[in-house]
């Protein structure tokens, strides 16, 4: 399975960002899928998460209320809608498949990233 993150970009302070991954490959059956951050000089973390089926999501409290992840299975994609961005969320976003937990070990498959610069 391959993951591909695209739609980071450079944006200001309040403003939105739409995240997607795209699923490629031997997909048997929708993965739950997560998305996580890294930026500079900091571990990756946990950011958001999806069961298979969109039903039951999950949420880094700083991001709660402000980004919204969903799926669309019949194109094997996941988003991250990104909403009021702070430059605390200024980071690498990752997605990955293959469970809906905080901790990055959990995860089979992981995309290669896509920046998001909050800045003015």
């Known amino acids: 399975v391959q993951l591909q993150a695209f739609g980071g970009g450079l944006v200001q302070p309040g403003g939105s960002l739409r995240l997607s991954c795209a699923a490629s490959?031997?997909?048997?059956?929708?993965?739950?899928m997560g998305w996580f951050r890294q930026a500079p000089g900091k571990e990756r973390e946990f950011v958001s998460s999806?069961?298979?089926?969109?039903?039951?999501?999950y949420y880094k409290g700083a991001v709660k209320g402000r980004f919204t992840i969903s799926r669309d299975n019949g194109k094997n994609t996941v988003y991250l809608q990104m909403n009021s961005l702070k430059p605390e969320d200024t980071a690498i976003y990752y997605c990955?498949?293959?469970?809906?937990?905080?901790?990055?070990?959990?995860?089979?498959?992981w995309g290669r990233g896509t920046l998001v610069t909050v800045s003015s």
């Open positions: 990955a498949a293959g469970s809906v937990s905080e901790a990055p070990g959990g995860y089979d498959y």
């Open positions: 490959g031997r997909i048997f059956r929708p993965y739950p």
């Open positions: 999806i069961n298979w089926n969109g039903i039951t999501t």
